[in-house]
Nanobody, 122 residues
Framework: QVQLVETGGGLVQTGGSLRLSCSASGGSFGNYAMGWFRQAPGKEREFVARISGSGAMSRYAEPVKGRFTISRDNAKNTVYLQMDSLRPEDTAVYYC???????????????WGQGTQVTVSS
């Protein structure tokens, strides 16, 4: 049984930083890509960042490039999202997800966490 648990959300002022963590259980963590997605109120869920199983490849959505960094520690079965220079438009529930393979593409995620709220005040 695959379980993903996100932590690290909270309230931060514009320009501040947060680090999200996603702890995974079930399955061989390093065999799967991991991704972060977010959903703001009244909007559809959108891609934020993803990282390959080995951690060698990462991709970012345009709005977060240069501000967010995804990383993973396969020994700890954990993926991180470092968020810097936060803006009010980053306010959303952030979800981590596990890909179907180590190089899962954008629409190939089949396990999801429960989400963690990030609120950026202006």
């Amino acid at each position: 049984q695959v379980q993903l648990v996100e932590t690290g959300g909270g309230l931060v002022q514009t320009g501040g930083s947060l680090r999200l963590s996603c702890s995974a259980s079930g399955g061989s963590f390093g065999n799967y890509a991991m991704g972060w997605f977010r959903q703001a109120p009244g909007k559809e869920r959108e891609f934020v960042a993803r990282i390959s199983g080995s951690g060698a490849m990462s991709r970012y959505a345009e709005p977060v490039k240069g501000r967010f960094t995804i990383s993973r520690d396969n020994a700890k079965n954990t993926v991180y999202l470092q968020m810097d220079s936060l803006r009010p438009e980053d306010t959303a529930v952030y979800y981590c997800a596990r890909g179907r393979t180590a190089l899962a593409g954008l629409n190939e995620y089949n396990y999801w966490g429960q989400g963690t709220q990030v609120t950026v005040s202006s």
